[in-house]
T-cell receptor
């Protein structure tokens, strides 16, 4: 099992450019998440998808959109990148539901720089 | 107001020392508290705590939840340089919206 995979690993964008960050998991998890991590800020939730076909805003959704393409894949799109979106982006997944462990599994991260 | 507060934010100790990292959380809809270790890349899971007073242990690491004090501690004994990392505490509120993380404790172990 690859677990949670993310592409690309690194990206540099100019202000105003758009891009999509890809995430896939092979653990048959129901729920998937996108976080951003900035120095001294911990991880902050951007968007999540509790199950296939649903998406919801997290703590910091402005400037982003998401698509839950199928059960495996959850993408994050920046329509018009801004320097404030320079960050490390992590995708995560977990089994979901109200029973069982709530451990989230994280992808390796995408380091995005917007100039 | 932060829902998860960790202290200290950074800590430098010598190899062999014992460290205690603290996490306090907001009680509203609290279900579980989780600890993660983050080295250069993705956070990796350490512990999930749901019941008060029950210690979870893995090698030199242990953690316990105190629901009366709304807090948790993570202990690392006989620290090694490989323990250098950011330790993240997160709470789960029982919903589908995932975890709320603290800002992390940056732990540096000097040889």
């Amino acid at each position: 099992n690859a677990g949670v995979t993310q592409t690309p690993k690194f990206q540099v964008l100019k202000t105003g450019q758009s891009m999509t960050l890809q995430c896939a998991q092979d653990m048959n998890h129901n729920s998937m998440y996108w976080y951003r991590q900035d120095p001294g800020m911990g991880l902050r939730l951007i968007y999540y998808s509790a199950s296939e076909g649903t998406t919801d805003k997290g703590e910091v959704p402005n400037g982003y959109n998401v698509s839950r393409l199928n059960k495996r894949e959850f993408s994050l799109r920046l329509e018009s990148a801004a320097p404030s979106q320079t960050s490390v982006y992590f995708c995560a997944s977990n089994r979901g539901g109200m029973t069982g462990t709530y451990e989230q599994y994280f992808g390796p991260g995408t380091r995005l720089t917007v100039t | 107001e932060d829902k998860v507060v960790q202290s200290p934010l950074s800590l430098v100790v010598h190899e062999g020392d014992t460290v205690t990292l603290n996490c306090s959380y907001e009680v509203t809809n609290f279900r579980s508290l989780l600890w993660y270790k983050q080295e250069k890349k993705a956070p990796t899971f350490l512990f999930m705590l749901t019941s008060s007073g029950i210690e979870k242990k893995s090698g030199r690491l242990s953690s316990i939840l105190d629901k009366k004090e709304l807090s948790s501690i993570l202990n690392i004994t006989a620290t090694q340089t490989g323990d250098s990392a950011i330790y993240l505490c997160a709470r789960w509120g029982g919903g589908a919206d995932g975890l709320t993380f603290g800002k992390g404790t940056h732990l540096i172990i000097q040889p």
